[in-house]
């Protein structure tokens, strides 16, 4: 599985961003995903993640309330809906699959990662 995530970019704090992930690979239905972010002089952390089948989610608390995970395996795309978004969620954001639901907020669990998109939301 091949993973590329974009949308990224610059808003204003209070402000929307939809990033996406898009998938190669005629099996990622089979495929749990997961977000990640890594900010400025920060270690990479969850940020959510989806079971293969769209019906379970799962957020980091700074996420809850905030941002939304959906996918929509017709397009083989997840995607990331974050509002309201602070200066502290700033950061490169990865998506990353892995077959097991199984440890969804576990980075070290992830078998196949994308590269990051930047996301910067200014004050």
């Known amino acids: 599985v091949q993973l590329q995530a974009f949308g990224g970019g610059l808003v204003q704090a209070g402000g929307s961003l939809r990033l996406s992930c898009a998938a190669s690979?005629?099996?990622?239905?089979?495929?749990?995903v997961g977000w990640f972010r890594q900010g400025p002089g920060k270690e990479r952390e969850f940020v959510a993640a989806?079971?293969?089948?769209?019906?379970?989610?799962y957020y980091a608390d700074s996420a809850k309330g905030r941002f939304t995970v959906s996918r929509d395996n017709t397009k083989n795309t997840v995607y990331l809906q974050m509002n309201s978004l602070k200066p502290g969620d700033t950061a490169v954001y990865y998506c990353?699959?892995?077959?097991?639901?199984?440890?969804?907020?576990?980075?070290?669990?992830?078998?196949?990662w994308g590269k990051g998109t930047l996301v910067t939301v200014s004050s």
């Open positions: 990353a699959a892995k077959r097991s639901g199984v440890g969804v907020m576990v980075e070290n669990w992830y078998d196949y």
């Open positions: 690979g005629r099996t990622f239905n089979e495929y749990t």
């Open positions: 989806i079971a293969w089948s769209g019906g379970r989610s």
